[in-house]
T-cell receptor
């Protein structure tokens, strides 16, 4: 059974800090990995998708990396802002369209 | 309307009621999904439809009954639910199986409360 763990579970930081969110998985034979953002009580917004042949993806202040051999992905958020406050989820697929979600990191960025 | 929409956004029902959740995608996708998000638990896949055919049922109780009349619409029919079924129900869509890039796009969810 694939397990996806996200550390830390919660994070509270002042704005301006650079952040690293971690996602670990037990089965490295992934097809792709996706990072999502979820605001309280809302749906998911896709942030970045990394295919298994890629090492990283970047979008604005966000950078996601993938190291399949070590079973890890990191989401780097540069110069954090209060608007970044949300729960961040990683999700993996294993050559199907079935996503296995992580436990999430709840981020709060205060002014 | 763009993206993936879900109605209603909030629903309160008794255990003896029958209700339906609706999902519509405006992205030209051909695969659609229902997920359940309970408090403090990871998102769980419930059903997958590809080309209007159910291709996966993730051991979901029969009190949840999905329906996919066409590739743009997905329903989740609910009957005789239990309080533990209270959760956020999310719909998603994608280009479907066989494609190398299968990013899933999610709707805003329906917050369901069962009394």
């Amino acid at each position: 059974k694939q397990e996806v763990t996200q550390i830390p579970a919660a994070l509270s930081v002042p704005e301006g800090e650079n952040l690293v969110l971690n996602c670990s998985f037990t089965d490295s034979a992934i097809y792709n990995l996706q990072w999502f953002r979820q605001d309280p009580g809302k749906g998911l917004t896709s942030l970045l998708l990394i295919q298994s042949s890629q090492r990283e993806q970047t979008s604005g202040r966000l950078n996601a990396s993938l190291d399949k051999s070590s079973g890890r992905s990191t989401l780097y958020i540069a110069a954090s802002q209060p608007g970044d406050s949300a729960t961040y989820l990683c999700a993996l697929s294993y050559n199907t369209d079935k996503l296995i979600f992580g436990t999430g990191t709840r981020l709060q960025v205060f002014p | 309307e763009t993206g993936v929409t879900q109605t209603p956004r909030h629903l309160v029902m008794g255990m003896t009621n029958k209700k339906s959740l609706k999902c519509e995608q405006h992205l030209g996708h051909n695969a659609m999904y229902w997920y359940k998000q309970s408090a403090k638990k990871p998102l769980e896949l419930m059903f997958v439809y590809s080309l209007e055919e159910r291709v996966e049922n993730n051991s979901v109780p029969s009190r949840f009954s999905p329906e996919c009349p066409n590739s743009s619409h997905l329903f989740l029919h609910l009957h005789t639910l239990q309080p533990e079924d209270s959760a956020l129900y999310l719909c998603a869509s994608t280009w479907g199986r066989g494609r190398p890039y299968n990013e899933q796009f999610f709707g805003p969810g329906t917050r369901l409360t069962v009394l």
